[in-house]
């Protein structure tokens, strides 16, 4: 498991990691289509938290796109540099994903993240972000809608409907197995929101959410375990 430090000049206020967002979001490429889904390589990553230790285990998962099998992963455990701010996540789990991704024996193709890229309130989630800053494809796949409206989605797999703020698509609902509650689908960079949702339905053949999103969650929660367990044997210090 790699360690991560905060890095240096790592914004300390709400007023710096909005001056950020504010920089990087014109930086968001939304007229590439992506890769097509079942090809190369698919990525997820996920977080888990101590809270009473104040760290963050970020996890990635290569998937090979075309059978869905694993093929590597890494960990990356830290600090959390940030305070829990709404709309300011990405800064609390940005430089663990960075050294999960940067940790893997290969590349990591096509991101997906348990979280949002357009479907945000300035409209520049963890997906984009993570995207901006490794020039990676990226998408997000949420379990809830955040604050924007939707219509639900016919109740077949693959149905789907606006994810709306007024009267702006920031993505989709889209159900991913029938009958069950849908997931929300968001560009993050450099993938059309018809390919992000095409991924997203490859992804997750049996279970509601995507398999990249189901194997970086175990995978983080075990990890995050182990740095607990260690840390009660004295291996382990952040």
């Not at 979001?25 to 698919?42: C, F, I, K, M, S």
């Not at 540099?81 to 960075?98: D, H, M, N, Q, T």
């Not at 509601?208 to 075990?222: F, G, S, Y």
């Amino acid at each position: 498991m790699t360690t991560v430090r905060i890095p240096a000049g790592w914004p300390a206020t709400e007023d710096q990691a909005r001056a950020v967002q504010d920089e990087l979001r014109g930086r968001v490429v939304l007229d590439e289509p992506g890769p097509p889904p079942g090809t190369g390589r698919v990525t997820g990553v996920d977080v888990a938290y101590d809270d009473e230790r104040d760290v963050v285990v970020a996890a990635a998962v290569v998937l090979d796109a075309a059978t869905i099998e694993v093929v590597a992963e890494s960990t990356a455990v830290g600090q959390v540099p940030f305070p829990y701010v709404p709309g300011l996540l990405a800064f609390r789990e940005i430089p663990a994903v960075l050294a999960a991704l940067e940790a893997l024996p290969c590349e990591p193709g096509l991101v997906v993240c348990d979280g949002y890229g357009l479907a945000h309130p300035r409209r520049f989630g963890l997906a984009s972000h993570l995207g901006v800053l490794t020039g990676l494809p990226t998408i997000g796949v949420a379990k809830n809608p955040f604050t924007f409206a939707y219509e639900e989605p016919g109740a077949p797999r693959g149905s789907s409907s606006p994810l709306l703020a007024g009267e702006e698509e920031v993505g989709r609902a889209l159900r991913t197995q029938p009958g069950v509650k849908p997931v929300f689908v968001s560009v993050g960079h450099r993938v059309t929101l018809d390919m992000a949702c095409a991924h997203t339905l490859h992804l997750a053949p049996r279970f509601r959410l995507p398999e990249t999103t189901r194997h970086a969650d175990a995978l983080c929660r075990r990890a995050l375990k182990a740095t607990t367990t260690a840390r009660g044997t004295g291996a382990v210090e952040i």
